[in-house]
Nanobody
Framework: QVQVVESGGGWVQPGGSLRLSCVAS????????MAWYRQAPGKQRELVAR???????IYGDSVKGRFTISRDNAKNTIYLQMSSLEPEDTAVYFC???????????????WGQGTLVTVSS
């Protein structure tokens, strides 16, 4: 039993900033990669950013230089600091956690319910 919960979504004007949080909880032994994805209306889900347990990062081309992913391993939490937001960033943002679960110690991919980010004037 593992849960992933995102928070921090909302409305922001173009050029503004927003910070998203994602917490994994439950019967977790350890957490490997965690990532942010997003899905805009009429479009497929795309990778925004991912981060490994050791801190290696990768970003989607559309957000490089504007978004920063980070994590707090002690809290099983990741963050997405978004700046210079554009209307094209409007989407539901989903968190994915690759977790080693108890008692099987298998790695399971768990998704959150999503949080809506709206960028408009």
């Amino acid at each position: 039993q593992v849960q992933v919960v995102e928070s921090g979504g909302g409305w922001v004007q173009p050029g503004g900033s927003l910070r998203l949080s994602c917490v994994a909880s439950g019967r977790i032994f350890s957490v490997h990669d965690m990532a942010w994805y997003r899905q805009a209306p009429g479009k497929q889900r795309e990778l925004v950013a991912r981060i490994t347990s050791s801190g290696s990062r990768i970003y989607g081309d559309s957000v490089k230089g504007r978004f920063t992913i980070s994590r707090d391993n002690a809290k099983n939490t990741i963050y997405l600091q978004m700046s210079s937001l554009e209307p094209e960033d409007t989407a539901v943002y989903f968190c994915r956690s690759d977790t080693v679960v108890i008692p099987t110690y298998r790695t399971v991919e768990v998704w959150g319910q999503g949080t809506l980010v709206t960028v408009s004037s």
